[in-house]
């Protein structure tokens, strides 16, 4: 059954698709949300909204898609496996189909470690593969994980993230083809910053001919400046910074950083477009949401498509 997502009409059209994304509040400030989304309107197709991202806790992905929704943007739900059994996730899921919500992201989700409650206990009821396929059983046969039939079945467009980076490096394709097998419709990959790396996975992608059987959209994160570079390097997992980026940023004044970050995203882009397979960019300016215009803008990815 096809979906109704914007996001999906863009892709199958054969055009480069932009999504961004909204990280929510750390309390019940409703307005911040509908900030960050003004600033994104007109410029992506779609606006992920993190689910209590490195394991901190946040306004409700649900909540503030709605207000992502309400502004006129089409917000990609996203949700972890960490914080919900299955009852809790399908309940969200039509919980958001019922408030035009059609897109979403299954993700597993950092481990509470990460965050300031670390005594929190995970769920992981289901994997993020699991989920995938729950969510395509809900929109494809309308039927719940448990068998019964849904009176209304959410028709989501599915996606999934997928990190070309991670060690051991040679699974990674492996563990794409599997959430194929699960019936996920895109992907959304880590941050770019090896290029050379993520062409050689992309390389073993078209290989399988799984380019072909899912959207690929390449992670997209500005750097701010070379501390920041610095950090993501030797403190992020599953990051792969090349020291020439960080070199790069680091001889420059701290004043002119952000701009040479910016130069360095835009470049990223313009190679990324050549590669066979990437269908569209998922631009993670972190709090730097007002940056995310220009980018799309000097990056040639503006106008958007009208569907």
């Not at 395509?136 to 999934?160: H, S, V």
């Not at 500005?222 to 390097?233: F, R, V």
């Not at 701009?259 to 300016?285: N, Q």
Request: proline share 5%; glycine share 8%; charged share 25%.
């Amino acid at each position: 059954m096809k979906t109704e997502s914007v996001l999906e009409k863009i892709l199958a059209s054969g055009q480069l698709a932009v999504t961004s994304e909204c990280g929510p509040p750390r309390g019940a400030l409703p307005n911040k949300v509908r900030e960050k989304a003004k600033l994104l309107r007109g410029c992506v197709d779609g606006v992920n909204v993190t689910d209590n991202q490195t394991a901190m806790v946040r306004m409700s992905s649900l909540a503030a898609c709605i207000l992502v929704r309400q502004e006129g943007l089409h917000p990609i739900l996203q949700m972890v496996t960490r914080d919900r059994n299955r009852l809790a996730m399908q309940s969200d899921i039509l919980g958001a189909y019922s408030h035009e919500i059609d897109t979403m992201l299954c993700l597993s989700g950092d481990h509470p470690h990460f965050g300031d409650h670390k005594m929190a206990a995970s769920v992981h009821d289901i994997d993020s593969i699991q989920m995938i396929d729950m969510v395509r059983t809900m929109r494809d046969q309308g039927k719940f994980q448990g068998g019964e039939a849904i009176d209304g079945p959410p028709k989501m467009f599915i996606g999934a993230a997928a990190n070309p980076f991670a060690d051991p490096f040679e699974l990674r394709v492996a563990r794409l083809a599997k959430k194929v097998k699960a019936g996920v419709d895109f992907i959304q990959t880590q941050c770019i910053y090896n290029v050379d790396k993520f062409e050689k996975w992309m390389e073993g992608v078209r290989e399988r001919g799984l380019h072909k059987q899912v959207h690929i959209l390449a992670g997209i994160t500005p750097m701010k400046s070379a501390g920041m570079a610095k950090y993501m390097k030797n403190k992020v997992p599953g990051m792969d910074v090349p020291d020439d980026i960080v070199k790069r940023l680091a001889a420059l004044p701290k004043e002119k950083q952000s701009e040479e970050g910016i130069k360095i995203c835009i470049e990223t882009i313009e190679r990324l477009k050549k590669v066979e397979g990437v269908r569209g960019f998922h631009i993670m300016a972190i709090e730097w949401e007002h940056k995310v215009r220009e980018i799309v803008e000097r990056a040639g990815l503006l106008p958007r498509p009208q569907v």
